[in-house]
């Protein structure tokens, strides 16, 4: 059974940092891209960040130059770097993987951004 379970989150100050990881398990990790999402307040679910097996990254333009993106392989684990937060980053974020065409979703954990 696939298991997305993603931690990390909290409250953090306009400017802050936070480590988000996301610890899956059910399938080759190594073989499969993960992303990270996100819903903030009202407003629909968004692509933050992905990144394949091999590593390739992808950023939402809102993410560029703030979020970093990298994995473990050895702990399938994917993480998500957040600097120089700001109050529009508060969300639930979680992570997110296509296995064998089906989407699955962790349970998300909370980030909370005061200005």
């Known amino acids: 059974e696939v298991q997305l379970q993603a931690s990390g989150g909290g409250l953090a100050q306009a400017g802050g940092s936070l480590r988000l990881s996301c610890a899956a398990s059910?399938?080759?990790?190594?073989?499969?891209?993960v992303g990270w999402f996100r819903q903030r307040p009202g407003k629909q679910h968004e692509g933050v960040a992905c990144?394949?097996?091999?590593?390739?990254?992808n950023y939402a333009d809102s993410a560029k130059g703030r979020f970093t993106i990298s994995r473990d392989n050895a702990r399938n684990t994917v993480y998500l770097q957040m600097i120089s937060l700001k109050p529009d980053d508060t969300a639930l974020y979680y992570c997110?993987?296509?296995?064998?065409?089906?989407?699955?979703w962790g349970q998300g954990t909370q980030v909370t951004v005061s200005s």
């Open positions: 059910g399938f080759t990790f190594d073989d499969y891209a």
């Open positions: 997110y993987v296509r296995y064998w065409s089906k989407d699955y």
């Open positions: 990144i394949s097996g091999s590593g390739r990254t």
